[in-house]
């Protein structure tokens, strides 16, 4: 298979210095992510207030790590034009709050990000499949969004098996993510499973070193 991609969510980082904690997985080599996991949350799709617009201009102005932002928010038909504007590499939207999904990911193309389309654990993947022919990646939650250090949810595997299945038969084009409960233990599982992409939250802020935290995870999952 090819090499796994990581990307350390920073809702567990020190949100006083989040220009250093990038830098911590922004190093050379294996410690450095492949992008950078943004969660916006808007205390209206999710329980739980996080960052919004502003904040990730500032954050592409520090780093050249590509960021990749989850919008837990109501309305992003309006909203997530701003972050693929902004220059997000990837901008992922929830099929669940999402009024015309298919309009939203032609105009992140358009405007220069790469569109995702996230579904909560509960989410058939059947139910969006035309849907994901116009989407870049597909992020599936292993946990009900609106939490770091969040269980793992394991039947969400059989999501990503059919998600790979599905690409790797040439019916869909895209990247397969997924996000919750992503380490040591599990990352396995999920690799296994067909995942290219995958975000980790606690299990790289927690760490003592993050970059390490990084090189350990993707080597596990290329196992
Ligand atoms: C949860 C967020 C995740 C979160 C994952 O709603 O979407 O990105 O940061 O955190 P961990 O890896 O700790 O489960
Ligand atoms: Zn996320």
Known sequence: AHRPLIAPSILSADFARLGEEIRAVAGGGDTRADWVHVDVMDNHFVPNLTLGLPVV???????????????????????????????????????????????????????GAKAGLSIKPGTPLEDHLETLKHYDTLLVMSVEPGFGGQSFIPDVLAKVRTARRLVDTGHLKLLVEIDGGINADTIEQAAEAGVD???????????????????ALRERAAN
């Open 197 to 215: 992409c995958f975000v980790a939250g606690s299990a790289v802020y927690g760490a003592g070193d993050p970059g390490k935290a990084v090189a």
């Open 57 to 111: 201009q500032s954050l592409l102005k520090t780093t050249d790590i590509p960021l990749d932002c989850h919008l837990m928010i109501e309305d992003p038909d309006r909203w997530a034009i701003g972050y693929a504007e902004a220059g997000a590499h990837n901008v992922t939207v929830h099929v669940e709050a999402a009024a015309d999904p298919v309009m939203l990911a032609k105009n992140l193309r358009a405007a």
